[in-house]
């Protein structure tokens, strides 16, 4: 038994139900003005700036504005403005700037170039009076509590939150607005079923040093968090790609002893996963654990995790970012670490 007592990380995954449901209350009123604003100035492009598991919030947020908003949607480089000294046109953007602690100096230095074009900028950040809030029209804070983990879990999970809500009253699609009612709820659920099955699996992944992290579109998105968690908490090789991506050229890397890890917890593309799993199975013969909604894909795995069912799409990004958090944990402390404290990062880390 893996013992997670002394984990603070293992303890915030743990206040995220609490967590959510506080940025759920205290932001719903300025996401609506958000997306009022949008809509009144016709606003069709939005772009998203941020680094880290912050940028991994980010790509959820662009596949829901493009596919829930019909928005053209992009990931900041901020280099472009503080290296190249360049001046993209933010005139009439969405500019959503996120960061746990707000202290990014070069994420600020993109929203002030926003704001001298007047394009709309939204800070958010659990830091009050941070640097990035003094920038940009729309100051959104998390309101996850104090995060004393170096690696992010509550932040996380709140960006993501802040970022669907933004979408939901853009676009006002039904399953968004859903989610926002039920995300807390979804939360807990998923710390309920998924301690067991994680800590059952985690014992495989103990020795390995390379492991590959496999998703598309939504699953993607977590998945790029997932490969994250795991190289800051168990110092182990893991690698992201999406499903399709894989397929052009890093699929010769294939391996029959690195296990891979698959997410098939969206309906809108899990067909790519399993036909991409399927062929790795046929052709190198790859041991995976299959991390799904869905029972018929349980028998895909060597070994699977099964998330609550009547979760899809992006309601599960809730529950696998729950099952990523917990598997990062446990596999870091059967590896004799610490995931509060990994090597070589801050809580707040700056770059310009």
């Known amino acids: 038994m893996i013992d997670t007592s002394n984990s603070i990380f293992w303890k915030e995954i743990f206040e995220q ?27 069709k492009t939005v772009v998203l700036v941020g680094r880290g598991s912050s940028d991994h919030a980010n790509l959820v947020g662009r596949y829901l504005f493009e596919t829930k908003c019909g928005m053209v949607t992009s990931i900041s480089a901020p280099s472009v403005v503080t290296a190249y000294k360049s001046a993209p046109d933010y005139s009439n953007v969405l500019m959503i700037a996120v960061s746990q602690s707000g202290g990014a100096q070069d994420i600020y230095e993109v929203m002030k170039a926003c704001d001298e074009q007047g394009g709309i900028c939204v800070s958010v950040t659990n830091v009050e009076g941070s640097l990035m809030t003094q920038a940009g029209k729309y100051k959104i804070n998390n309101h ?8 992010a879990g509550k932040s996380y999970m709140t960006q993501v939150m802040v970022l669907t809500m933004i979408a939901a009253y853009i676009s006002e699609d039904t399953e968004l607005l859903q989610t926002l009612d039920i995300a807390p709820e979804i939360i807990s659920e998923s710390l309920a079923v998924l301690e067991s099955q994680v800590r059952d699996v985690v014992r495989f992944y103990r020795e390995t040093e390379h492991m590959m992290v496999i998703g598309r579109g939504l699953m993607d998105a977590l998945a790029n968090e997932t490969e994250l968690k795991i190289q800051e908490t168990s110092y182990l090789d893991a690698r ?6 894989y397929r052009h050229g890093p699929i010769a890397t294939a391996q029959r002893f690195v296990p891979y890890l698959f997410f098939l917890a969206d309906e809108k593309t899990d067909y790519c996963a399993e036909a991409l799993l399927h062929r790795l199975k046929e052709e190198s013969n790859i041991w995976c654990t299959v991390v799904t909604n869905k029972e018929k894909y349980l028998s895909l795995g060597d070994t699977s995790v099964l998330l609550p069912v009547k979760y899809d799409g992006i309601q599960a990004v809730f529950s696998g970012a729950v099952f990523s ?4 944990c446990l596999c870091s402390l059967s590896r004799g670490y610490d995931p509060d404290h990994p090597k070589g990062v801050s809580k707040k880390t700056v770059t310009v």
């Open 240 to 245: 992201c790609y999406g499903s399709a991506d």
């Open 325 to 328: 958090q917990m598997f990062a």
């Open 17 to 43: 139900p609490e967590a959510v449901a506080n940025c759920l209350a205290a932001n719903r009123e300025v996401c609506k003005q958000i997306a009022a604003e949008v809509k009144e100035r016709y606003i």
């Open 144 to 151: 996850c509590g104090p995060e004393n983990s170096v690696t």
